[in-house]
């Protein structure tokens, strides 16, 4: 069975610096995809981030980062430069299959000035 | 380019009740997926459909239907409301249904709160 979890429920940060937010996975499928997404309080969810599980190399969005390492079943987001825009809740997710996608509970980030 | 749009962005209904939620999905597209996050969780998928067939359905009750029409945009129903059917309903559009690097765009989603 697949399965996500993200074991901070909340995180704070300082203005500026860097943060990671954690992410593991279990999954038997040899062929998978890993997301990040960002829900602001408004509700949408805001596609940040994707790593495949054949990538070789880490994916990085601008200032953001998929710390990928497949033998740990872990894809931790790096954010850096921090930014107070940046408070909301991070979603990790796990696609396999090609239609059904997995969604963590969430790390709620509070970035503070 | 449009993104995904949703409607209505808030619903009151009472138990027992039957509620129909619309989605269109970004130009081009042909997958439409539904997804509930209850208050406190991450999005639960419901159901995707690619090219007006059903493709996936996630455990949830027969009391969720959805469909797609030919134009992309679908509808999401769910009759005999419960208290537990309050939540937020997330619709989310891909070209071919997701996979690989065929990101899903979400829409604004659909508040639903049931009395």
């Known amino acids: 069975a697949q399965k996500i979890t993200q074991t901070q429920p909340g995180m704070f940060v300082q203005e500026k610096e860097a943060v990671t937010l954690d992410c593991t996975y279990d999954t038997s499928d040899p062929s998978y995809g890993l997301f990040w997404y960002k829900q602001p309080s408004s509700g949408e969810m805001i596609f940040l981030i994707y790593q495949g599980s054949y990538d070789q190399q880490n994916a990085t969005e601008g200032r953001y980062s998929l710390n990928f390492q497949k033998a740990r079943k872990s894809a931790n987001l790096v954010i850096s430069a921090s930014q107070l825009g940046d408070s909301a809740m991070y979603f990790c997710?796990?696609?396999?299959?090609?239609?059904?996608?997995?969604f963590g509970a969430g790390t709620r980030l509070f970035v503070k000035a | 380019d449009a993104g995904v749009t949703q409607s209505p962005t808030h619903l009151i209904k009472t138990r027992g009740q039957h509620v129909t939620l619309r989605c269109s999905p970004i130009?081009?597209?042909?997958?439409v997926s539904w997804y509930q996050q209850v208050l406190g969780q991450g999005p639960q998928f419901i159901f995707q459909?690619?090219?007006?067939?059903?493709?996936g359905r996630g455990n949830f009750p027969d009391r969720f239907s959805a469909r797609q029409f030919p134009n992309y945009s679908s509808e999401l129903n769910v009759n005999a409301l419960l208290l537990g059917d309050s939540a937020l309903y997330l619709c989310?559009?891909?070209?071919?249904?997701?996979?690989?690097?065929?990101?899903?765009?979400f829409g604004p989603g659909t508040r639903l709160t049931v009395l």
């Open positions: 989310a559009s891909s070209l071919y249904g997701g996979g690989g690097t065929d990101t899903q765009y």
């Open positions: 459909y690619y090219e007006k067939e059903e493709r």
């Open positions: 130009s081009g597209h042909k997958s």
């Open positions: 997710a796990l696609e396999t299959g090609g239609f059904k996608t997995i």
